[in-house]
């Protein structure tokens, strides 16, 4: 997992700081946008052609990670 999230840059210069797929101007939200979309991981790659198949599995990685956060209820 960790060498699949090493893909994943983010650089305040570049795309407003957001992250990234490998210092490429390909936003991770991007890739994610087009597998809502229904796009399979090749078409992606086909789509894009800068990214290699794992570059996706990245892309979903991170997102799982972001949105694996602990929840505090107030009591």
Avoid: N, W, Y
């Amino acid at each position: 997992m960790d060498e699949l999230l090493r893909r994943i840059t983010s650089e305040p210069g570049k795309l407003g700081g957001r992250p990234c797929i490998r210092g490429l101007r390909i936003r991770v939200v991007d890739v994610l946008d087009l597998l809502s979309a229904g796009l399979s991981h090749a078409e992606i790659v086909e789509e894009l052609p800068d990214l290699e198949p794992d570059d996706v599995k990245a892309a979903l990685a991170f997102a799982a990670r972001q949105v694996d956060h602990p929840l505090i209820a107030a009591e």
